[in-house]
């Protein structure tokens, strides 16, 4: 794809070298010009305004009491700025500094200048992962901070095992017979909304392996000729979405899983008519139906439909 996905980017420099370093991290933590990107209860602290932008906190604002290196992780340095992230107890709503709020992220990421965006999900997918392994797996010890906050480590001496972060890999798939692509909609989903077939990976497969495989479970269909096309880090809480093309070499559609409310092929013409509605801009899902549609269209799809409802128009 020509432009990065939303999230995607070398946004900032992730300082990996210096995390091992606990004077360097004391020094950034003291820094009066570093920043802090909140979270509460997985909302973004977000400026008011008519177009959005992610709010910073300086660390006084809320490195109080514990350890400041055990509340705050460190994200990297961008625009001769060290970045942190932290998160709100989930148990009392915080008082956001005047002019803010808390929102959430999927909501306003494709409105954010691309850079925030990044900055933004960085954060969520670190702090959620924190949030799940404050315990041990190995013995259920609490952990405790290192390496900026990128590693948890168990406080039971016999034990000290380490917890690194984690992302959940994820197809997802256009697949199309040439004139049509086939999609699918959740029951939770908007009605009418339609997407991109998609599921996680499973231990022992190979990416190519789970686009069939997710294919013929939610459909029925058997695909060939899979492509990579692009990723999007969906910090929703800890995917990677990994972008495939795939040619379709059967048409009939069979919900075996029943993952799927309904599955059916759409033409370019019915897209184009306002049929199905579409998933959010700034999802890879919309970029792969963008991509599909417009190498078989005499306008662009953005240009064609707009924005689906709740959606930015870039």
Do not use: K
């Amino acid at each position: 794809m020509q432009t990065r996905n939303v999230f995607a980017g070398p946004y900032l420099d992730r300082t990996a070298h210096r995390r091992r370093d606990p004077a360097w991290f004391e020094a950034a933590l003291a820094d009066p010009g570093s920043r802090v990107l909140a979270v509460w209860n997985s909302r973004s602290l977000i400026l008011d305004g008519p177009a959005p932008r992610a709010a910073f906190l300086e660390v006084s604002a809320v490195a109080r009491g514990e350890a400041p290196g055990e509340q705050l992780i460190l994200l990297g340095r961008a625009a001769e700025t060290h970045w942190f992230a932290y998160e709100f107890p989930v148990d009392e709503a915080p008082q956001a500094p005047q002019g803010t709020r808390f929102e959430d992220l999927r909501q306003v990421a494709g409105l954010l200048p691309a850079e925030e965006a990044g900055l933004l999900g960085y954060a969520r997918a670190m702090l959620s992962w924190r949030r799940r392994h404050l315990y041990c797996g190995a013995c259920g010890a609490a952990t405790v901070a290192d390496q900026g906050g990128h590693v948890r480590v168990c406080s039971n001496p016999a034990c000290r095992t380490q917890t690194f972060p984690r992302i959940d890999p994820a197809i997802i798939v256009l697949v199309s017979d040439g004139e049509h692509a086939l999609l699918g909609r959740q029951a939770s989903w908007p009605v009418g909304r339609y997407s991109t077939i998609a599921g996680f990976v499973e231990p022992g497969e190979s990416l190519e392996d789970a686009v069939a495989r997710e294919v013929r479970e939610e459909t029925g269909v058997e695909v060939a000729d899979i492509a990579y096309v692009a990723s999007q880090p969906w910090p929703f809480p800890s995917s990677l979405m990994l972008g495939f093309t795939a040619r379709a070499l059967t048409r009939t559609v069979l919900r075996r899983d029943e993952e799927l409310e309904d599955a059916r092929w759409f033409t370019r013409a019915e897209i184009a008519a306002g049929q199905p509605l579409l998933p959010p801009v700034p999802s890879i899902s919309y970029r792969l139906i963008e991509r599909w549609f417009d190498s078989g269209w005499d306008r662009p799809l953005r240009e064609v439909r707009g924005p689906a409802p709740g959606s930015p128009a870039r």
